[in-house]
Every structure is written in structure tokens, then in C-alpha cells.
């Protein structure tokens, strides 16, 4: 696996490839991986000729008194998998390569309806953060396909809108999200809890899974959700939110809407953790 810091090295590399006739695959990652992102580079493999990754903790999509500083930074662990993975090109850039004219002073994207609640009510601006990256790499491997995990459900909904939007000539490719055997969503979070608590976070999976149940029962729509805030409070768990929205836009579901997901965040102690299941409604 080449590793590089630079613009410049990658789009040297990718000249190479593409004169060959091969295809890209890009994994943009925030490093500190796990099982999950491992599960995006073999459906990369599986879609392109070469794999290529980044790692590259972005400071636009913290907000104050979020865990930039102490985001779980893990780089030689990270390369050792990638490697192992099958990764052929990894992008490692600093804070200046990707804004070389400052954070504050950068070209931002906006993607709208990003503001539609969910994560974006307690992490103003987070998802300009995360357009603003994603659209930055797109635009230095401009890949053929480009997978993201599903877990972060509405960021890809962020970013298959700015695809569309902006005209990029990628496919964006979700990824199933990777649970451990209690059913909680593999993150990288997941670090910050001791074994009780990932005991007990596993409460927001069956949270999820009883609204799904309920739903499909025809039960009505407030009794269930309620009753599963319940069940996550009942764990532990202090919920942000949790909420049924149309699965093709995000717009909350209304009785007529058959593809539905169901999304939530919540806080293990300091934590905060972020999961969704989707599933269609029984006619």
C-alpha cells in the first residue's frame, strides 16, 4: 500500500492507473478503524480495480465543545489493516493540504434540507462540514464509486444530494451497517464505553427493532415510539432523538409512505451514539 500526505501524489498515482484502464474506489474515513470501515474497503475491492482510502480527522464537523481533540487517533493500527485489506492508496493530509487557504477562510457546500432536524439540531453545521470534505476528495480522486456506511445514514443522504446536485460523475455506494453480537452498531465510539455500558447501549438496536415491529403491526406510530424512548431510558440511555422518516428523502413518514427508516441518537454517559433501521411497511 502506497501511503501519501499530498493532492499532488494522489492524482500522480491515479494518472498512472487511469492510463492503464483501471477503475477507483474511494473510502473516505476519519481513521480509528474497526470492522465497519473494514467492510467498506472489501465492497470497494469488489467494485473497482484499485482501492484508495483516506484518513483525515476533519475539524469542519466539529462543533465547539465536541471531541476533536480527543477523537480516537490510531494511525499505525489503521495503515496495518488497510494494508492487510487490500487497500492499494491512502490519503493521510493535513488540516493544511485540505484547506490551503484556511479553515475559516475556505469555499464551503451547503447541501439544502440538510438542516431537516435529526442530527443536525444538536450538531449545527456539522453536515457543511462533511459536504464541504467529502465534495473536496471527490473532487482530488474523482473516483469511479465511493462507499460510505449506512450507520451515518443521514450524511449519505447529505452527500447522495450534493452528487446529484453538483453533477459528479461518482456512484455513491451504501454499505449495510456491522453490528456487534448484542446488535449495537460498530463506531468507533464504541471505544469510549466499558463493557457495561456497550452492554447496555445494545438497548438502542432493540429500540429501533421494536418500532420497526410495531410499525409493521399496524400499531399506531406514537404509542410505539414512545414506548421504545422508554426501553432506552429504561437502559441508561438519555435519547436525542428518535424518529420514523420516508427512507427516499428523509421527510418524516406519513400513514401512506412505504419505505420507511427509523433513526435515533442517544448518550451512554459522555457518549454519543447514532444508529437507524430501515424497513418497509406492511401494506
Given amino acids: 500500500m502506497q501511503v501519501v500526505e499530498t493532492v499532488a501524489q494522489v492524482r500522480d498515482q491515479l494518472a498512472r492507473w487511469r492510463q492503464q484502464g ?13 470492522d465497519g470501515h473494514m ?10 480495480d484499485r482501492v484508495c482510502a483516506t484518513i483525515f480527522v476533519n475539524p469542519s464537523q466539529f462543533g465547539p465543545g465536541e471531541d476533536f481533540e480527543q477523537y480516537p487517533r490510531t494511525p499505525e493500527h489503521d495503515m496495518a489493516l488497510l494494508s492487510e485489506g487490500g487497500c492499494d492508496l491512502l490519503l493521510t493530509p493535513s488540516v493544511a493540504e485540505m484547506y490551503p487557504t484556511g479553515q ?29 470534505v467529502v465534495t473536496a476528495l471527490l473532487n482530488i480522486f474523482q473516483p469511479h464509486v465511493a462507499i460510505f456506511g449506512e450507520k451515518d445514514f443521514q450524511q449519505l443522504m447529505v452527500i447522495r444530494r450534493l452528487v446529484k446536485d453538483l453533477h459528479l460523475p461518482v456512484t455513491i455506494v451504501g454499505s449495510p451497517t456491522v453490528r456487534e453480537a448484542s446488535g449495537l452498531a460498530v463506531s ?35 404509542d410505539v415510539s414512545t414506548g421504545a424512548w422508554r426501553s432506552m431510558q429504561a437502559a441508561g440511555l438519555e435519547p436525542e432523538y428518535l424518529e420514523l422518516r420516508r427512507t427516499l428523502d428523509l421527510a418524516p413518514a406519513s400513514p401512506e409512505d412505504l419505505e420507511l427508516v427509523v433513526l435515533t441518537a442517544a448518550r451512554m454517559g459522555g457518549t454519543r451514539l447514532i444508529d437507524n433501521l430501515s424497513f418497509p411497511r406492511t401494506p
Avoid at 483501471?22 to 474497526?34: K, R
Avoid at 469510549?192 to 403491526?217: M, P, S, T
Fill in 22 to 34: 483501471q477503475s477507483i474506489a474511494l473510502v473516505p474515513t476519519m481513521g480509528n478503524l474497526h
Fill in 39 to 48: 467492510s467498506l474497503v472489501d465492497r470497494a475491492g469488489e467494485l473497482a
Fill in 104 to 132: 475559516d477562510n475556505s469555499t464551503r457546500v451547503r447541501v439544502p434540507g440538510s438542516d431537516q432536524g435529526l442530527c443536525d439540531a444538536s450538531r449545527p453545521g456539522h453536515f457543511d462540514g462533511v459536504a464541504t
Fill in 188 to 222: 468507533s465510539r464504541n471505544r469510549y464505553l466499558d463493557e457495561d455500558q456497550k452492554q447496555r447501549a445494545a438497548a438502542i438496536y432493540a429500540a429501533l427493532c421494536a418500532v420497526r415491529d410495531g410499525v409493521q403491526a399496524g400499531h399506531p406510530q406514537d
